[in-house]
Nanobody, 121 residues
Framework: QVELVESGGGLVQAGESLRLSCVVS????????MGWFRQASGNEREFVAA????????RYEDSVKGRFTISRDNANNAVYLQMDSLKIEDSGVYSC??????????????WGRGTQVTVSS
C-alpha cells in the first residue's frame, strides 16, 4: 500500500522561503507523475504544481509561477516543493499527490495527509 508523507511546513513571514518534502513508501514513483496541491481554510483543494515521471516537464498554477519549484528524486522516492517569496495567500495545507501514470493528465489517485504552511505579514 502506497503512503505519502509530507514534511517541511511551518510558520514564516511573507517574503521568506520553505521547502516541502514528500517521501513515498510502498511503491516506486519512478514511472509516475507527482504533484502538490493546497487547501486554504474554507476553500476547495487547488492545484499548485506537477512534474512528469522523468522530471523534464513541469506545470505550475499561475500565482506560483516564478516563485515555486517542483523537483523529484526517483532514487529516494521523493518529491519536493521549493517555495520562495511566500505570500499570505499561499497559506494552507499542502498535500503531495501520486498520479496513476507517467504524465499529469488525469486526477491523482493517492494523496498524502498534508503539511500546514502559514505565512504571516
Amino acid at each position: 500500500q502506497v503512503e505519502l508523507v509530507e514534511s517541511g511546513g511551518g510558520l514564516v513571514q511573507a517574503g521568506e522561503s520553505l521547502r516541502l518534502s514528500c517521501v513515498v513508501s510502498g511503491r516506486t514513483i519512478q514511472y509516475r507523475a507527482m504533484g502538490w496541491f493546497r487547501q486554504a481554510s474554507g476553500n476547495e483543494r487547488e492545484f499548485v504544481a506537477a512534474i512528469n515521471w522523468s522530471g523534464d516537464e513541469v506545470r505550475y498554477e499561475d500565482s506560483v509561477k516564478g516563485r515555486f519549484t517542483i523537483s523529484r528524486d526517483n532514487a529516494n522516492n521523493a518529491v519536493y516543493l521549493q517555495m520562495d517569496s511566500l505570500k499570505i495567500e499561499d497559506s494552507g495545507v499542502y498535500s503531495c499527490a501520486y498520479f496513476p501514470g507517467p504524465l499529469f493528465v488525469s486526477r491523482p489517485d493517492v494523496w498524502g495527509r498534508g503539511t500546514q504552511v502559514t505565512v504571516s505579514s
